[in-house]
């Protein structure tokens, strides 16, 4: 920085470009790019650039020290921390923080002394060691021979004190520093000082990519040589996975006996999904005593491979069950809230493994480090012109016109406002477009297949391809209510991107028993897609703000993921926080929010990122402890027991608010729900064996009137829900409807 204070601003500016010319060649030049940024720029522009070098540099300390600071001041916290624990291990005495903050800096009671370093780990630190360390800055003016002498044996008995990670296999490293409670509780200071959230929220084991699958049936589905195939290429990928920094991968075959016994755990039922997941959980319990855990987990196969959990529904609708992953990314059973990502490739209803294939090699090309880069490493001018034009953007302010274009939304034009709001964090109002007008014969297919990232905001039918739009209560415009907006022949073949999908539509995401002709979410896949993130049962959000169920939900996942979020951790982060949001707002879950967290799966690598290639460069995935007392809510029909529990004036107040959106449904007749709370033996009892719930009302005497309505899409019927929860004073305190 001293440098950089000597020089003015305009001298800067001219020198900078012809500078630029060799970043990527040499750390100093983009080292001095940073500093440059961090005298003259934002912090967000800082905070881009500081990911862009330190994803290039990962072993530079100043890029750890600067994206570690410059994180912590924009509320990453977990990424801050997690990277200054870094320098503490790799620069004890702190060498770097001085020469980039100064000796007084922020965060300098983080790097020990001499005394505190000897103090706090009970050894007598040797002389020689802190010399190196950069402490002890005297010389004795004797050369000493350190690996014949006691100095050498202390040393090395030293850092036997330390109990530092060192390499034991494949996978990487034995358990971290296993005596760091006083450096935790440095770090709970300072975050409790900067209003933050303490590390011992967080999980520090080294994060496994486990790819789970059932041996038997994938060979009674495709036969032993297609299998063999099959695992031959998931073994690729675990090669791949493993060659980024601080992940080793597994293939877990809970089904096979040979493999089972080498891991040292019970063989379980491959039909059933519960013993699958309590498989998980013993592999989770026996890498924690390597220092390991489940970073992310991706199932390989459809239900007849590895089955869905189907879970019972909490609202009042036509679904019998939910078919979710969610129990398969938590240890306990409270798999409302995930703790590790979770991804699913599917297959179709074929006996056909091509489709398998093709999202396994895409998520190797995705995780292989491109031969090119190394060239472009020790070339000038290597640095790609969109690399270039993305970071200055971000830099000087604004998102280019194209970074907009590069997304589309598509909504019924019924709740247009609330999808604008959803799609947000990717673009803004002018890119989303509404049906009708717009219907599957007028849609510009290739504005759709050009586009990185597409949000659907449809109805959508369980025994149906096609997803519909519904017209504005105020369109008095002759044509159907309920348009055809999107089916699967809409979808390009070859679109110009991996692209990332999120479907609000009911159903946008069940697969079962259905081709990529019968389903948009498979012909999506076929098509070389990154990502689907869907529902696989009917989805509940909101006419207009503020914004509920599946139009949070896909809120919060655009916006974590373009902070730079893997797809799978940006689901998981958005459910954790829909369900914060919610208990938040009402201090409870109800039934539209529970089936939200459980019914929206993603199809698709869980670690993979927005921007192409990841160049062998994973970001690490902290397992979050999550400490929030969630609570749930169930809905017991009263109808029949205290059906004028509301008053006349109420129910006509709430008919007029759906007269306007939802013409006809008011004519129905209406369930009464009373809302009740389930302990925490209730959730036990409930969503896993089945056995009777218990209950007991809620004080707030909140009561849920349950409307619907049958319509006819293209022969097919298909309903309506519409859920309006009224409290005590017969004030309408939140309205979701079906999508």
Known sequence: MDALEAVNEPALDEALPNLLQFSGESVLVDLFHLLYAMKFQPDDAVLVLARLYHDRWPNTLQFKLILADYAIKKGDEILGIELLQECVKHDLAGLSTKRLWGANHAYRHLWPMEDELSASLGVKVPTPLLTRLGINQLTSGTVVDEANSDIGDDLTNFEASLELPRPINQQGYTSPVSNNDEVISIFEKVSTSLGKKSPRMVDGRFPVYVIVTCRGALEHKYGPESAGIIFGVMKNLV?????????????????????????????????????????????????????????????????????????????????????????????????????????????????????????????????????????????????????????????????????????????????????????????????????????????????????????????????????????????????????????????????????????????????????????IALRYITSGCKGFIGSTAIAYGSIQPPLIGADLLAFLFWKRLQEGYAQGDALMRAKVELAQEMQKRQNFLDGEDQKTLLSFVLYGDPLARVKGETGGKISKIEREKISDQIIIFSETDITAHEPLRISDKTIAEVKQVLSAYLPG?????????????????????????????????????????????????????????AKVTVNTDGRVIKLAVSR
Not at 676 to 692: L, T
């Open 665 to 721: 449904l008011v004519e129905s007749d209406y369930d009464l729900y009373q809302q009740f709370v389930i302990d925490s033996e209730g959730v036990h009892s409930k969503f896993r064996m089945g056995a009777p719930e218990k209950l007991q009302r809620h004080e707030s005497g909140n009561v849920v009137m349950s409307f619907q309505k049958e319509t006819i899409h293209l022969d097919e019927k298909h309903r309506y829900f």
């Open 239 to 519: 090669s791949t996975i493993s060659q980024a920094p601080g992940w080793s991968a597994m293939v877990f075959t809970p089904d096979d006996k040979e493999g089972m016994r080498e891991l040292g755990l019970e063989l379980k039922n491959p039909k059933d999904p519960w013993q699958i997941k309590l498989a998980l959980n013993d592999l989770d319990q026996q890498l924690a005593k390597k220092g390991s855990m489940i970073g992310a987990l991706l199932i390989v196969g459809g239900n007849d491979i590895v089955p869905f959990h189907q879970l019972p529904n909490p609202t009042d609708d036509n679904d019998t069950a939910i078919l979710s992953d969610n129990p398969y990314g938590s240890i306990d059973e409270n798999y409302y809230i995930p703790e590790w990502p979770v991804g699913r490739m599917p297959d179709e209803n074929t006996n056909d493994p091509g489709l398998l294939l093709l999202q396994l090699r895409g998520a190797i090309r995705d995780h292989a480090t491109p031969k090119s880069a190394e060239k472009k490493s020790v070339l000038p001018f290597s640095f790609s012109i969109e690399v270039l034009v993305e970071f200055f953007t971000a830099l000087f302010g604004g998102k280019p016109e194209t970074q907009a274009k590069n997304s589309i939304g598509y909504s019924a034009a019924i709740w247009r406002r609330s999808s604008i709001a959803a799609y947000r964090p990717i673009g803004s109002a002018n890119f989303v477009i509404a049906s009708p007008p717009i219907t599957s014969p007028k849609l510009d297919k290739l504005w759709l297949s050009e586009t990185e990232f597409a949000y659907f905001n449809l109805h959508g039918i369980e025994d149906g391809a096609e997803w519909f739009g519904q017209k504005d209560f105020v369109d008095a415009s002759d044509g159907p209510d309920y348009p055809v907006a999107l089916q699967p022949t809409d979808i390009s073949p070859t679109p110009r991107y991996r692209q990332i999908i999120f479907s609000e539509a009911c159903y946008g995401g069940y697969i079962e028993s259905k081709n990529a002709d019968q389903s």
